[in-house]
């Protein structure tokens, strides 16, 4: 069985916890996270130059059967390609030994699947926005992170430290009783860890397969609609017509002042210039490390409130109704896009999903994103043909209900889950997702996108541009590296 396939009644979760390396454990950190970086440049260096070296090949005439062999970026092919250069390679020759080998292999395993992910992309089988080429990570803009699989990989009976290969012994943040109580108690295994510098500071996320009994929710037979808005965080209708409101906390509002004095002061220090390499100043630097310090604990502070209104809501109702929000295109009107990040839709969505499924086995409803909740009445069902976004009062014109716009929406985000009941609640029921096609008379409209005249000149004349025929000749070649492997 493969170790990453729970066993019946298990499941795969993650422990992080915050570390307290000395300064010799944290330049071996960053060792081992820039000895990663550089294996996945490496990788995609070697894989690509067989693709160049084709292309050129190509301009002196030479025969497809004659051309250099294409480079694979499986991830056996890179580790076999990779000892062998490794010894020679004046990149890794002189300080290879001084890293664990599962930092190399974190590199070359992000390097094939950074292929594998634009090759399903450019063949039309991966979902999602159209991936590019993998590119080089610079050394500046680079997440420190790195995976181990194998070696000692272990929380220490002491509840305050971890231990992790050739790393040894680092004491922790806060202490790991609740991994190792479960670890004691025989019902979790750690598979692997990942050391990652975030919010500026260390952590050690340990996967593990745990033993995982289900949790019956207080009102298994009730439904809720959630309805999702920026200054009202969340409206709740459940089917019984019980309405709650949660608050937004604004935790990014509530630091805009002291976001805006910690950021004067940097602008008064002397940063740094790539264009001239001037280095920043030691005043800049602890400028900057307390501006960051104040991103850092808005970015807690909203997690702590998601997790705590997500796992309130997973415990309590048997079905649980969302909407399919467009939270990419939401982010584009720059009036709303500070206040929709900070209130973190897709976050909500995201816990929902795996808190109801692995914790309660409940039924998690998503609601079609054309679901016209907001212009439905609640009462009698009447749709209404346009209801901007000013107007947060919701009045009916046929059965004359008036109420809030946000309560209408999530009681018919409440009634939506009875329609699509399609069984009784148990975890093989997951994630339904109701499809409405033309909802109760709403139709999909797509605003037509009038072409650029640089191009639509160069359809009418048979020509090209030159960026064009770069980006043609570039696609050919990598689409012939696609389907050779």
Known sequence: MNKFQPQPGFVVQAFRFALDPNASQEAALRSHCGAARAAYNWAVGWVTASWWQRRAEETYGIPEESLTEWRPWSLPSLRKAFNAAKHTDPRFAPWWEENSKEAYNTGLANASAAFDNYAKSKNGKRRGKRMGAPRFKPKRKARLACRFTTGTIRVDTDGRQVTLPRLGTIRTHEPTGSLLACIQAQTARILSATVRHERGRWFASFQVEVKRDL????????????????????????????????????????????????????????????????????????????RNKVHHRVANLREDALHKLTTSVAAEYGTVVVEDLNVAGMVKNRRLAPRIADAGFGEIRRQLTYKTRQRHATRLVVADRWYPSSKTCSACGAVKAKLPLHMRTYECDVCGLVTDRDDNAALNLAALAAAAATGTGVAGDQDTTVVVSKPRGADRKTRATRPRRKAEAGRAGGATLPHQRQTEARDRTQAEALTLW
């Open 215 to 290: 949790e019956r929710v207080a009102r298994p037979d009730v439904a809720v609609g959630i309805d999702l808005g920026v200054k009202t965080l969340a409206v709740m209708a459940d089917s019984t017509g019980e309405i709650r409101t949660v608050v937004n906390p604004g935790h990014y509002d509530a630091a805009r002042k002291q976001l805006r004095h910690a950021s004067r002061i940097v602008s008064r220090r002397q940063g740094p210039d790539r264009r001239t390499g001037r280095k920043p100043s030691r005043r800049w630097e602890k400028a900057n490390a307390q």
